[in-house]
């Protein structure tokens, strides 16, 4: 099993459309992250989770809804999405958020809005 | 908000040569990591550097952490052709959420 795992790896919705991404992690890690990366620009943070609490929404429009029940899960439920919302959406873990303990990436969700 | 420039943007160069990519920022950082994204899959960390001055080696990478602390380079002797994919430079103050990312290095190699 890699250590980050993230369903599916590609999706395609409508913009009235309701989905969720998927993330898992079997490292052990404490901290759970999503991040946006879109074409020619640099990686994005969305959301932090710590110990399964929310510790950072970086002025995420509320049409992205994230959800960590447990350390080693974490969803990003989508609905209403525009567009520009198409992008790779990555999943990352870290032995909690400390210093000096790096980021795993998951292999991402390609999101295409129609 | 802090920002990475990371240069060159893209690259094109014969296996067997040495590559050298660099990121600078106007903002100070404590620690420094290089990562490379492979099409269609996450971004891999290849080295971190966690000291000013300090130069790191994993196989034919080689990374600088820089001594005002606002720059690393990255450079890859006797490229080969799984060398392809996207190098993106991250800077980090604090935690490990508190990352910028630069805006990546692309490198084709050809034979």
């Known amino acids: 099993e890699t250590g980050v795992t993230q369903t599916p790896r590609h999706l395609v919705m409508g913009m009235t459309n309701k989905k969720s991404l998927k993330c898992e992690q079997h490292?052990?890690?404490?901290?759970m992250y999503w991040y946006k990366q879109s074409a020619k620009k640099p990686l994005e943070l969305m959301f932090v989770y710590n110990f399964k609490e929310q510790t950072e929404n970086n002025s995420v429009p509320s049409r992205f809804s994230p959800e960590c029940p447990n350390s080693s899960h974490l969803f990003l439920h989508l609905h209403t999405l525009q567009p520009e919302d198409s992008a790779l959406y990555l999943c990352a873990s870290s032995q909690g958020d400390r210093t000096n303990t790096e980021a795993f990436f998951g292999q991402g969700t390609r999101l295409t809005v129609v | 908000g802090q920002q990475l420039n990371q240069s060159p943007q893209s690259m094109f160069i014969q296996e067997g040569e040495d590559v050298s990519m660099n990121c600078t920022s106007s903002?100070?950082?404590?620690?420094w990591l290089w990562y490379k994204q492979d099409p269609g899959e996450g971004p891999v960390l290849l080295i971190a550097?966690?000291?000013?001055?300090e130069l790191t080696s994993n196989g034919r990478l080689t990374a600088q952490f820089g001594i005002t602390r606002k720059d690393s380079f990255l450079n890859i002797s006797a490229s080969i052709p799984s060398d392809v994919g996207i190098y993106f430079c991250?800077?980090?103050?604090?935690?490990?959420?508190?990352?910028?990312f630069g805006t990546g290095t692309r490198l084709q190699v050809t034979l």
């Open positions: 903002s100070i950082f404590n620690t």
């Open positions: 991250a800077g980090r103050t604090g935690t490990a959420s508190k990352l910028t």
């Open positions: 550097l966690y000291k000013a001055g």
């Open positions: 490292l052990g890690h404490n901290a």
